[in-house]
C-alpha cells in the first residue's frame, strides 16, 4: 500500500490554464507538506497545513492555493499557470509538525508550455 | 538558508563503505541532525537522525562529533541503489511548525 501518493503523476498544460494536484496519505498523520523542486534541483517547502490547518506558508505566490479537505488529504491548486511553474512537485506527510520525520510521495512532474 | 555543508559529489565501490560527511558548524543545542536521500525521479526518502549520540539503524549508522559541528554517514555496504543524492539537514525537533530546509546535498555515485 502506498503511504502517500500523489495524483497525476504528469501534467503538462499551457499558460494561463488552471490546475490541480491531490495528495493523499494513509499514515493516519496530522501534518502534510507541499514541496516544489525546480530544473535545478533545489527542493524548497511551500506550504504545511496540521489537523487541516495552514501553518506555514512560505511567500508563494496567491496563485498557489492549497487545500485540506481532512487530515489524509492536501490538494493544491494553482492558478494563472506560468512557464516558471513547471516542476517537480512533491507532497509530504507527518505525524505531527513537531519537526519529526517526513514521509514523501512520489511526485508530480508539471510542464507548463 | 541550509545551515549544513556537503561535498558537491562522492564516488565509492559497490559493497564498499560509503562515508558522506556534513559540517553543521552553527549547530545549536536542541538541533538534530536529519539525513534524506533522493533517488533519480523519486521523492526524498528519511535515512536517521540523531542529536548527540551515535545512531544505527538497518539502512546507515551516524556518527556525530563530540562538538557536534560536523557528523558522517555511513553506509556499511553500498549498493549500486544506494546511488542518489544524500542530503545533511539540521532541524529543531519536538516544537511546532518546522520545516526541512534543503541544501544541494552529496550525489552518492556507487560504481560496480
Known amino acids: 500500500d502506498t503511504a502517500v501518493s500523489q495524483t497525476p503523476k504528469y501534467l503538462v498544460t499551457q499558460m494561463g490554464n488552471d490546475k490541480s494536484i491531490k495528495c493523499e496519505q494513509n499514515?493516519?498523520?496530522?501534518?502534510m507538506y507541499w514541496y516544489k523542486q525546480d530544473s535545478k534541483k533545489f527542493l524548497k517547502i511551500m506550504f504545511s497545513?496540521?489537523?487541516?490547518?495552514?501553518?506555514i506558508n512560505e511567500t508563494v505566490p496567491n496563485r498557489f492555493s492549497p487545500k485540506s479537505p481532512d487530515k489524509a488529504h492536501l490538494n493544491l491548486h494553482i492558478n494563472s499557470l506560468e512557464l516558471g511553474d513547471s516542476a517537480v512537485y512533491f507532497c509530504?506527510?507527518?505525524?505531527?509538525?513537531?519537526?519529526?520525520?517526513?514521509?514523501f510521495g512520489p511526485g508530480t512532474r508539471l510542464l507548463v508550455l | 538558508d541550509a545551515k549544513t555543508t556537503q561535498p558537491t559529489s562522492m564516488d565509492c565501490a559497490e559493497g564498499r563503505a560509503a562515508n558522506l560527511p556534513c559540517n553543521h558548524s552553527?549547530?545549536?543545542?536542541?538541533?538534530?541532525v536529519y539525513w534524506y536521500r533522493q533517488i533519480h525521479s523519486q521523492g526524498p526518502q528519511y535515512i536517521i537522525h540523531?542529536?548527540?549520540n551515535n545512531e544505527t539503524n538497518e539502512m546507515a549508522s551516524l556518527i556525530i562529533t563530540e562538538d557536534r559541528k560536523s557528523s558522517t554517514l555511513i553506509l556499511p555496504h553500498a549498493t549500486l541503489r544506494d546511488t542518489a543524492v544524500y542530503y545533511c539537514?539540521?532541524?529543531?525537533?519536538?516544537?511546532?511548525?518546522?520545516?526541512?530546509?534543503f541544501g544541494k546535498g552529496t550525489l552518492l555515485t556507487v560504481n560496480p
Open positions: 539537514i539540521v532541524m529543531d525537533s519536538g516544537g511546532s511548525n518546522y520545516k526541512l530546509t
Open positions: 497545513y496540521n489537523n487541516k490547518e495552514l501553518i
Open positions: 509530504a506527510s507527518s505525524h505531527s509538525a513537531g519537526g519529526e520525520t517526513q514521509y
Open positions: 552553527t549547530i545549536s543545542g536542541n538541533e538534530y
Open positions: 540523531g542529536l548527540k
Open positions: 499514515l493516519g498523520h496530522d501534518t
